[in-house]
């Protein structure tokens, strides 16, 4: 079982940054390949971000590139999405996952509980 806490959220202006943090519970977090997603309103949630077990690579979405970068410490049990340039299209609730080995990371085992981002123009 892993419990995922997500941070950082807010509110911040078009061309602003925001960094999210992802807090997991447990001792076998570097098992786990994690992933950021996120939800619009009225809209499916869908895939940002994900990094291997050990951070050696990581896949972004082609909106995110350039503009947002995920990393992880595996010693604190954390990981974390940059998000830089933001657009009021970036608005919405982003969610940190878990998927363990042999698990695509699209299909997490769990979730945090989402943390929201507001983009003004």
């Known amino acids: 079982q892993v419990q995922l806490v997500e941070s950082g959220g807010g509110l911040v202006q078009a061309g602003g940054s925001l960094r999210l943090s992802c807090a997991a519970s447990?001792?076998?977090?570097?098992?786990?390949?994690m992933g950021w997603f996120r939800q619009a309103p009225g809209k499916e949630r869908e895939p940002i971000a994900a990094?291997?077990?050990?951070?050696?690579?990581?896949y972004s979405a082609d909106f995110v590139k350039g503009r947002f970068n995920i990393s992880r410490d595996n010693a604190k049990n954390t990981v974390a999405l940059q998000m830089n340039s933001l657009k009021p299209e970036d608005t919405a609730v982003y969610y940190c996952?878990?998927?363990?080995?042999?698990?695509?990371?699209?299909?997490?085992?769990?979730w945090g509980q989402g943390t929201q981002v507001t983009v003004s123009s």
């Open positions: 996952a878990a998927a363990r080995a042999g698990i695509s990371w699209r299909r997490p085992d769990y």
């Open positions: 447990g001792r076998t977090f570097s098992t786990y390949t």
């Open positions: 990094i291997n077990l050990s951070g050696s690579t990581t």
